[in-house]
């Protein structure tokens, strides 16, 4: 079998050093906007988007470019803050827990209305909180509802929420998920939600309103004039422009055409490297994100139903080559279910190493061989040959599955590239009709919802779970750190979770992604943090003459 894995080092490491200078030019963030400037009413702000929302429908789209759309749209009961333990007051004005802690009272604002000048009141809540849990409805996040057994109208302005377990994490399973208002959505038959037109003409409480929705072009969001935050948002509109290719997004970005652009880790890198020869005055906010990629195999593919395979794919991969060279180091290797900026995450975990030997030893402990001499691997006359499929509008990804196929080529396994459009992609994903698949996930904030919509027994068949998880050790674990009273608490159980999880390699884990945000000098009040890009959007100002 010849030898590949030297010439995948060399060709890495050629692109390591022709990027070293832009990696000693780009140590330290960007500065963040000046906070105590006055904000100027009025201005445009354009935002770049890879892909168009399959619709804007709470609780009814999977995509991150809806939810992003969907945050300056609608609100929660309550806002998570930067250290994701602690909520602040939005739809919810105060809360107060019984002695029991199984009952939560939340007080709602008094000034709250729909975009359509309907007042928002407890029914509302309430309506949510059932369309939120409903099956039928098929919400990704319905399991942190799960414990949250009721929501009850006290009166026009009060909610109290049942529990049936105590646990660190109540506050965060009852606040979660957009409010929809229920007098225009009572009569949508829930096994329709997500297709309803609804979902082209939202009406929401957030600080902007839908004005129009260009398919395929842009969608054109303004100030929602019954926002109970006035005097915000400061801005008059928000333009989500739709532009494919993130070279274009970025070229726009540099010529001033757009705003603000999610960045892949080459163009936040030469960003920098301009901004500090004086080249551009676009700024670069960098943060630990939630983002994290990986390879998932369909274990009902005879040829994933192993574990030892499973394992052999992952150890035959340099993840720390791939970072480096094409993530500049704005990625961290990591491995399982949480996020590793999460308390859960086991930082002490040592992630699967590179050895491409080992793998060829695992392999072929299953019988696999290189029986005719061809390069590739085969077991009982089939060739270990498979299909990775991906989505094509993920720059990142597209370039990273590059060396992987060559990682796997240099141990004998032949994998083809499949890339989609994202929905498309999407669809084989939840389907099942794919082999393996490369992805990535926006890391959740409840660990114990985490593991109840990903890697649970009772998720398993569902759009989440598409590697059919299930393991009771792992469902028992996530009820003891569910009712744990402290995250300290909770900790060992969520550790033994990791461990079990990644013991299976049901994904290759491949990196956890920075949050790369590009951003026209012109615009004040954004910075990004962990919880992403769209964080205090009402806030948002721009200081120079619209566009």
């Known amino acids: 079998m010849p030898n590949h894995v030297g010439s995948i080092a060399r060709r890495l490491m050629l692109l390591l050093v022709c990027t070293a200078s832009v990696l000693c030019a780009c140590t330290c963030d960007a500065p963040t906007p000046d906070a105590a400037a006055t904000p100027e009413r009025g201005g445009t702000l354009i935002v770049a988007l890879a892909q168009e929302p399959e619709s804007l429908m709470p609780y009814g789209t999977t995509s991150a470019a809806a939810e992003d759309v969907k945050s300056f749209l609608f609100n929660m009961l309550a806002t998570t803050n930067a250290d994701f333990g602690s909520f602040s007051p939005e739809v919810a004005r105060a ?32 309506f949510s909180y059932e369309v939120a849990r409903d099956s039928l409805v098929g919400w990704s996040t319905r399991a942190w509802k799960r414990h949250v057994t009721a929501c009850e109208v006290v009166d026009r302005h009060t909610v109290r929420f049942q529990f049936d377990t105590v646990s660190f994490d109540q506050f965060r399973f009852a606040k979660e998920g957009w409010l929809v208002p229920k007098h225009l959505l009572a009569t949508v038959p829930r096994a329709e939600w997500r297709k309803h037109a609804f979902g082209r003409a ?38 989500f422009e739709i532009v494919p290719e993130a070279s274009t997004r970025v070229e726009r970005l540099r010529a001033g055409s757009v705003d603000l652009v999610a960045l892949e880790p080459r163009q936040a890198a030469d960003l920098r490297r301009d901004a500090s020869q004086g ?10 994100g939630r983002g994290c990629d990986f390879i998932g195999y369909n274990p009902a593919d005879p040829l994933f139903r192993s574990r030892v395979v499973r394992e052999a794919l992952t150890r035959a991969i340099d993840r720390r080559a791939i970072i480096d060279a094409l993530c500049f180091g704005f990625a961290d290797i990591f491995e399982g279910p949480f996020a590793p900026m999460l308390w859960a995450y086991d930082a002490s975990h040592s992630p699967t190493p590179y050895d491409p030997e080992g793998a060829k030893r695992l392999l072929a402990s299953e019988g696999w061989q290189d029986s005719d001499g061809d390069g590739w691997l085969d077991r009982d006359g089939h060739a270990f040959e498979f299909t990775l499929t991906t989505n094509a509008d993920n720059a990142l990804r597209m370039q990273a599955i590059v060396p992987v196929q060559a990682y796997w080529k240099a141990i004998g396994v032949k994998a083809e590239i499949q890339a989609l459009e994202m929905q498309t992609a999407l669809g084989l994903r939840t389907e099942r009709r794919y082999q393996a698949y490369f992805g990535g996930w926006n890391a959740g904030l409840s660990p114990s919802g985490t593991i109840e919509s990903l890697w649970s027994c009772t998720s398993r068949g569902g759009r989440s779970n598409f590697v059919d998880f299930c393991d009771p050790a792992v469902d028992s674990l996530n009820v003891l750190m569910a009712a744990a009273v402290s995250p300290d608490a909770a900790a060992p159980f969520a550790h033994r979770i990791q461990a079990l999880i990644v013991a299976e390699h049901p994904y290759t884990w491949l990196y956890n992604e920075h949050t790369l945000v590009g951003i026209a000098a012109r615009v004040q009040g954004v910075a990004a943090d962990p919880r992403g890009a769209y964080v205090d959007m009402d806030n948002w100002s721009v200081q120079e003459t619209p566009h």
């Open 95 to 126: 809360w107060e827990w019984s002695p029991d802690r199984k009952q939560l009272l939340m007080h709602l604002r008094e000034d709250v209305v729909w975009s359509d000048g309907v007042p928002l009141g407890a029914e509302d809540v309430a």
């Open 279 to 288: 080249k551009t005055q676009v700024r670069v906010l960098n943060v630990r």
């Open 202 to 239: 939202p009406v929401g409480c957030g600080p902007f309103v839908l004005e129009r929705w260009e398919a395929g072009q842009r969608i054109v969001l303004v100030r929602n004039e019954h926002y109970f935050g006035h005097p915000k948002p400061w801005l008059d509109r928000v333009v």
